[in-house]
């Protein structure tokens, strides 16, 4: 991940949040702390000695890291830069319960064009961006993002919320929108969202702007903005109904009783013949043809 923000408080805030212990985890102890470990050690407490992990049990990396502390591996992304999403360590995590992603930051700036040029050398799974940027601003800094076709998504921060700003980063390719005050979990939960592929706009802005482009969908008697969608097939047009109310591939697999390869298929069929970058210009298209309407 890359953070983008011209103050460093803000950064250093950014940073603590997203990379600090999961709620409910303690947080590991110092080297300078004494540590009481029962000899010999049960598998699953910390302090167990490094030893591989077997085939059938996932996520139990052993060896140490550069800091010598045993279980906290980060394997290098497919960019082949230092893993950006990396496997948490074990600190007083149980066993049974499914680990979520570390989130480790690559790099930071405070600068909007060095933001781009970081983002270009990174290529980190999410870059969060200050709207307030020097030399150029955070919309600018996405749009130039989106414009290289980076395999960089793009999580805007803003401290204004207007209404105009949220359709502008969405055009410029933004894959997510939150306030600054936004509460932390629904930050990291924003960032992983993000990275896994989907889109984030903090649900209050969302229902401002989906109020507004309301009041500007075609009716039915103008089938100009419908007739975008000719190309789809019956099932495809459903499938962006279920992506425009805000679902995954896993739950519309569900509804619709098929496998999630089969759901990506027609995504990527709706995204091609309706020339969309991304799931977040189908959904605003859905609304703008008047397929899903705010409420149904």
Known sequence: MLLADAAPLQRAGLRAVL???????????????????????????????????????????????????????????????????????????????????????????????????????????????????????????????TEARLAVRVLVLTERDTDDEVVAAVAAGANGYLCKDTPHGELIAAVRAVAAGGAVIAPPILARVLTRLAGALPTAADGS???????????????????????????????????????????????TKLRLRDRTQAVVLAYETGLVRPGT
């Open 225 to 271: 903005a419908a007739a975008r969608l000719d190309p789809l097939t019956g099932r495809e047009r459903e499938v962006l109904v279920h992506v425009a109310r805000g679902r995954s591939n896993a739950e519309i697999a569900t509804i619709l009783g098929v496998s999630e390869t089969t759901v990506k298929t027609h995504v990527g069929h709706v995204l």
């Open 19 to 145: 990379t600090g212990p999961p709620d409910g985890v303690a947080a590991p102890a110092s080297r300078d702390e004494h540590v009481d470990v029962p000899r010999p050690a049960s598998h699953s407490e910390p302090g167990d000695f490094p030893r591989p992990a077997s085939h059938s049990e996932p996520g139990n990396i052993s060896g140490p890291t550069s800091h010598g502390e045993p279980g906290n591996i980060s394997g290098p992304t497919s960019h082949g830069e230092p893993g950006n999403i990396s496997g948490p360590a074990s600190h007083g995590w149980r066993g049974d319960v499914p680990r979520p992603a570390e989130i480790v930051v690559a790099g930071e700036t405070g600068d909007g064009a060095e933001a781009v040029d970081l983002a270009r050398r990174l290529l980190p799974d999410v870059l969060i961006v200050d709207v307030a940027l020097p030399r150029l601003d955070g919309l600018a800094v996405t749009r130039a993002v």
